[in-house]
Nanobody, 111 residues
């Protein structure tokens, strides 16, 4: 089970950190990702982190977002900065190994 949290409203240029807490005992072996989906559009990869801490980022978030994990807390994070109105979408946590989605969390960037 994946429990995402941390969404909310922020002004353009602001920051927000999303968290995704996973249940189970094998979290440290999991490859995890954050996706996002705007209304009427396909879900798109934002960032991923594997079990050896290698990360990938979509071009549209490079330099602004950072994915990280805390295996002791079974949690993956998405630190978002320099947020833009275009970042206003629902963000989803994804367990790559289990092909399992968490529930979404809405981020709204607006002045």
């Amino acid at each position: 089970q994946l429990q995402a949290s941390g969404g909310g409203s922020v002004q353009p240029g602001g920051s927000l950190t999303l968290s995704c807490a996973a249940s189970g005992s094998r979290f440290l072996f999991k490859d995890m990702a954050w996706y996002r989906q705007a209304p009427g559009k396909e879900r798109e990869l934002v960032a991923s982190i594997n079990s050896v801490l290698s990360t990938t980022y979509a071009d549209f978030v490079k330099g602004r977002f950072t994915i990280s994990r805390d295996n002791a807390k079974n949690t993956v994070y998405l630190q978002m900065s320099v947020l833009k109105p275009d970042d206003t979408v629902v963000y989803y946590c994804f367990d790559i190994n289990e092909n399992y989605w968490g529930q979404g969390t809405l981020v709204t960037v607006s002045s």
